[in-house]
Nanobody
């Protein structure tokens, strides 16, 4: 399984970033697509998830600022992050599950740094 994430970088507080992740090998049968993040010294946490149907879940603390979307034809998942805060600084990881499997497949992380 190959997951390629992009879009991280340095942004000032109040700014926006859009992360993208493309899944391949294999690209068929993807069920959920997710974004996690891990801040320094903290555990990895689920940011948002989206099912193939389009149903989404966003962490309560991030609702209103973060949105998740996917393109099933392209096997991509995006995370739009608005009104960023310094506490959003973390390495963001995309992950997917396949139908009929419990395993979570991870991509490499992309660093998001929000300066105050």
């Amino acid at each position: 399984v190959q997951l390629q994430a992009s879009g991280g970088g340095l942004v000032q507080a109040g700014g926006s970033l859009r992360l993208s992740c493309t899944a391949s090998r294999p690209s068929l049968g993807i069920n959920t697509m997710r974004w996690y993040r891990q801040a320094p010294g903290s555990e990895r946490e689920l940011v948002a998830s989206i099912f193939r149907s389009g149903y989404t879940n966003i962490a309560d603390s991030l609702k209103g600022r973060f949105t998740i979307s996917r393109d099933n034809a392209k096997n991509t998942v995006d995370l739009q992050m608005n009104s960023l805060k310094p506490e959003d600084t973390a390495v963001y990881y995309c992950a997917i599950t396949y139908y009929g499997r419990d395993e979570l497949y991870w991509g490499q992380g992309t660093l998001v740094t929000v300066s105050s």
